[in-house]
C-alpha cells in the first residue's frame, strides 16, 4: 500500500522510520519531510497545513493511508477533509483536536469530569489576571490558550516576572493565541508522558516515556519542545499507571465522546507525579516529540498494522509488542533555541554516530543545500541509542552525540539520569 506521512519534524522521521520497515508498505511520502525523512520517503512539496492540496495529492496518487504527526493540520480539520474526501487518515478530528488546540478548553474539560489538574482561572484581560497573580502568589504558571509550540507556558518565579508575562502575552506576543490565558498553581514532582492509541472509549498504550522540557540540564531555563527523552519510564510503575488509566486516559475518553468529540488517534497526557499526586499538566492529540523517537526503537509489532486496526474498529484486537530493551533519544538544537537562532550550518558525523548498530539519528530541523546536510530549525536532531539498561542506552547515546558536530551546537547532557537514579533505589 502507499503511505503518507504528514510533517517535518523528529517526531515524523521517527514515525516514517517505523511505517517504512511494514511489509504492508510498497510506497512512502512525506510532507514535506526533512533531509533524513527524504531518505527513506517520497518527498511531496505541500505544507502540512495545506490541506486542500494534501486531499487533491492522497487522491491523484491513491494514497491508502495517511499519517498525521503534528497538533496544527489536526486542529486545521485534516483528518475532517480526509475523511469527507472517502480518504482514509489515522488522527483526531478538529473538534477533538481542541483538547490540545486550547488550554482553556481542556481545563475546563478537566473540571467538568473531575480529572485531576492544577488549581487554575482562565482570563482575558489585564486587571484580573494581575490581581489573580497578587492573590496566589509564585511560582506560578501562565499559558498563552493556543497552540505556541510547546513555548507558550512560562514559570514565573517572581510577582514582576509573572506580571510582565501576563503584559506581554495580552500585548500579543504568541498572537491570537495569548488573547486569552490560564493562570495555574505551579505542581513540583517529575514529569512523565503517557501516550495512547485511541478510539471512541477504548484505548491501547504505547510505551511509557519522560521527556526533558527545559533547555538546560537539571531542568534549568526556559522550556522547550523537548530536549530529549527516554522509554521505559521507571517513575511510571504498575500501579501508578492503573491510576492513569483510570482517572485520566478513560474518564477523558468517555468525557470528550460525552462532548460530541469522539476521539481516534493519538492521545498523549503530560502529568506531573509529585507531592499532590498525578496531575495532568497538558493534553495533545498526538505523539511527542521527543517521545516518539524512543518510542519508535522500542517498538517490534507493525505500527501499519496496528493503525489500519483501529481504523476499522478492531481496537480491541491490537497488541503492540514492546521490546525490554531501554531507549534514549537526546536532541542536539541550534545555539540561542528556544530564542532566536541561526540556520544553515553544515552537520558532520551522523555515519560516524550511526556505525553502532544501536544508534539511529532522526532529523528535525535539517535540510540539503548544494549538496549538503545543513541546520534548518531549532531542534536539529534526536540521536538515539538502545541498551541493555538505561545507563548503557545514555554511554551509548552520547558516544553518538560527540561524534556529531555542527556550529553552535546545544544539547542536555543529562538525559536518563532521573531514570538511573530511580533503578538504582529500587
Ligand atoms: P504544558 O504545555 O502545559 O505541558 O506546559 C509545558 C511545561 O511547563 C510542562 O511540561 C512543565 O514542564 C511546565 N508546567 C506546565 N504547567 C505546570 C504546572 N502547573 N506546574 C509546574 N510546571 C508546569
Ligand atoms: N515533547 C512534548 C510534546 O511533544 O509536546
Not at 111 to 122: H, L, M, N, S
Not at 284 to 309: A, F, Y
Not at 352 to 364: G, I, M, N, T, Y
Not at 390 to 410: P, T
Request: no cysteine; hydrophobic share 40%.
Amino acid at each position: 500500500m502507499k503511505v503518507l506521512v504528514v510533517g517535518n519534524g523528529g517526531r515524523e522521521h521517527a514515525l516514517a522510520w517505523k511505517i517504512k520497515q511494514s511489509p504492508l508498505v510498497k510506497e512512502l511520502f512525506v510532507a514535506r519531510g526533512n533531509a533524513g525523512i527524504w531518505q527513506i520517503a517520497k518527498k511531496v512539496d505541500i505544507s502540512p497545513t495545506d490541506i486542500k492540496s494534501l486531499v487533491k495529492f492522497a487522491k491523484e496518487n491513491q494514497i491508502d493511508l495517511t499519517v498525521v504527526g503534528p497538533e496544527q493540520p489536526l486542529s486545521e480539520g485534516i483528518v475532517n477533509a480526509f475523511n469527507e474526501a472517502g480518504l482514509k487518515i489515522f488522527g483526531h478530528t478538529k473538534e477533538a483536536s481542541i483538547l490540545e488546540a486550547s488550554k482553556v478548553f481542556a481545563k475546563n474539560f478537566m473540571k467538568k469530569y473531575g480529572i485531576p489538574t492544577a488549581f487554575y482561572e482562565t482570563f482575558d484581560n489585564e486587571e484580573e489576571a494581575v490581581a489573580f497573580i497578587k492573590k496566589m502568589g509564585t511560582p506560578i504558571v501562565i499559558k498563552a490558550d493556543g497552540l505556541a509550540a510547546g513555548k507558550g507556558v512560562v514559570i514565573a518565579h517572581t510577582e514582576e516576572e509573572a506580571i510582565n508575562t501576563v503584559k506581554d502575552m495580552f500585548a500579543g506576543r504568541f498572537g491570537e493565541a495569548s488573547k486569552r490565558i490560564v493562570i495555574e498553581e505551579f505542581l513540583d514532582g517529575e514529569e512523565a508522558s503517557y501516550i495512547a492509541m485511541v478510539d471512541g472509549e477504548e484505548l491501547v498504550p504505547m510505551a511509557t516515556s519522560q521527556d526533558h522540557k527545559q533547555v538546560y540540564d537539571g531542568d534549568k531555563g526556559p522550556n522547550t519542545g523537548g530536549m530529549g527523552a527516554y522509554s521505559p519510564a521507571p517513575l511510571i510503575t504498575p500501579e501508578i499507571e492503573k491510576e492513569i488509566l483510570e482517572k485520566i486516559m478513560y474518564p477523558t475518553l468517555k468525557g470528550m465522546k460525552a462532548e460530541g468529540k469522539p476521539m481516534r488517534g493519538f492521545l498523549y497526557a503530560g502529568l506531573m507525579i509529585g507531592s499532590k499526586g498525578i496531575n495532568v499538566l497538558e493534553f495533545n492529540v498526538r505523539m511527542g516529540d521527543p517521545e516518539t523517537q524512543p518510542i519508535m526503537r522500542r517498538l517490534e509489532s507493525d505500527l501499519v498494522e496496528h493503525i489500519l486496526d483501529i481504523l476499522e474498529g478492531k481496537i480491541s484486537t491490537v497488541k503492540p509488542v514492546w521490546s525490554d530493551r531501554y531507549s534514549i533519544g537526546v536532541v542536539m538544537a541550534s545555539g540561542g533555541y528556544p530564542g532566536s537562532y541561526k540556520k544553515g550550518y553544515e552537520i558532520t558525523g551522523i555515519q560516524e554516530a550511526e556505525k553502532d548498530p544501536d544508534v539511529v539519528v532522526f532529523h528535525s530541523g535539517t535540510d540539503i543545500k548544494d549538496g549538503k546536510l545543513i541546520t534548518n530549525g531549532g531542534r536539529v536532531l534526536t540521536i538515539t541509542a538502545t541498551g541493555e539498561t538505561l545507563r548503557e542506552a545514555k554511554e551509548k547515546v552520547y558516544n553518538a552525540v560527540k561524534k556529531i558536530h555542527f556550529k553552535d551546537a546545544h544539547y542536555r547532557t543529562d538525559i536518563g539520569d532521573k531514570g538511573i537514579k530511580r533503578l538504582s533505589q529500587q
